[in-house]
């Protein structure tokens, strides 16, 4: 059983539906919307407009976001311009690191993340954020100093949301230090990277509440999806051994967690939410599996607009429906159940304090 404040607490709530499932979208992407952009117009990464990524972002908004309980925006792009565009019943995710990473002054191959400039956590609750969501880089073998960075920049949020009464959705990606995330050779790396990273990050002293996680394995390299569309012609392990992994991950988490798609196509997608649920996730956190197809059509906003009403609301459906197995957030053992979910002390007399 967890005591949680009563900020945190209502934030987690309206994060997730009545049932206890966090089907969250996520449109925060900023270098690679940037990129996508850039690919879909002919034009250099430089050269795309502010005003077309925040259009865009706008749009992906107004149409998707009735199917979520939860939309991740960024303050840059995505908050000036599509607030108004989320429904007033579902919550407001705002992000808080800066885009990409640095490489730059550490170890070979190695990623520091970094704050957007000049944003707060305080300024995301006095924009309306129910909940923030940081991504942090992560190699549980980096050097000493790239660790204690990321470690440092972790604690720093859990701290401020602490403050601030907003729940912690903490996002870790693993990367390679020797070769390329998109090879059989990484996909027999990421459960041990995966798995020991979350077992670093569930200590108390960071403050996360939910974890965002990649899946644990790598369904392109699983044998028994040698006829998906999305296998990648090699394999570094069976299906079986695939659900072993998410068991173990589970039993890792002592915090509940949700999926993030990666940018996977949304038949891997699926399977990827399917797996997690069953092995207790709460469900997912998902952008560019969804809707990621829609940039292609930019400009045209208008066959944007079919492809968003037709294609990516039945992506969401989809991805909806396989999170309805999911466990919901109140029945992972960090609270045991709704009716073990108490108030803390601090938070039942806070009026005290003024």
């Not at 996508?36 to 908004?61: F, M, N």
């Not at 108390?204 to 012609?233: C, M, N, R, W």
């Amino acid at each position: 059983m967890n005591d949680i404040s009563s900020g945190k607490l209502r934030g987690i709530m309206k994060l997730a539906d009545a049932s206890g499932r966090f089907k969250m979208m996520a449109i925060d992407q900023r270098g690679s919307m940037v990129q996508a952009l850039a690919d879909a117009l002919d034009k250099e990464k430089d050269d795309v407009h502010y005003d077309d990524v925040a259009a865009l972002k706008t749009l992906i908004t107004r149409v998707l976001s009735p199917n979520a309980t939860a939309v991740l925006t960024d303050p840059i792009y995505g908050h000036p311009y599509s607030i108004t565009e989320i429904p007033r019943d579902v919550a407001l995710l705002l992000a808080y690191e800066e885009s990409g990473y640095v490489s730059e002054g550490v170890g070979e191959n190695e990623r520091l993340s970094n704050p957007i400039s000049n944003w707060s956590i305080a300024k995301a609750q006095r924009a309306g954020a129910d909940a923030i969501k940081l991504l942090a880089y992560y190699h549980p073998d980096a050097s000493s100093e790239t660790l204690k960075h990321q470690q440092a920049f972790v604690r720093h949020v859990g701290d401020e949301c602490e403050k601030q009464d907003l729940p912690f959705l903490l996002e870790l990606v693993s990367y390679a230090l020797e070769g390329t995330t998109k090879s059989v050779a990484f996909a027999k790396q990421k459960p041990d990277l995966v798995i020991r990273s979350v077992a670093e990050f569930t200590d108390p002293s960071y403050k996360v509440d939910i974890l965002k996680l990649e899946f644990p394995a790598d369904l392109k390299y699983t044998a028994d999806y040698q006829d998906a569309s999305f296998y990648a012609g090699d394999s570094a392990y069976g299906l079986a051994e695939v659900k072993e992994i998410c068991q173990k991950l589970d039993e890792t988490s002592t915090l509940p967690w949700v999926i993030l798609s990666a940018g996977v196509d949304i038949e891997e997608f699926i399977e990827n939410v399917n797996l997690a649920a069953g092995a207790g996730a709460s469900g997912f956190l998902c952008g560019r599996a969804i809707w990621k197809d829609a940039v292609q059509y930019y400009p045209d906003t208008g066959a944007v607009t079919q492809f968003l009403e037709n294609e990516a609301t039945t992506n969401f459906k989809n991805a909806n429906a396989a999170a309805e197995n999911a466990l919901p957030w109140f029945e992972h053992r960090q609270f045991g159940g709704a009716a073990n979910v108490q108030v803390s002390k601090q938070s039942a007399t806070w009026y005290q304090d003024y």
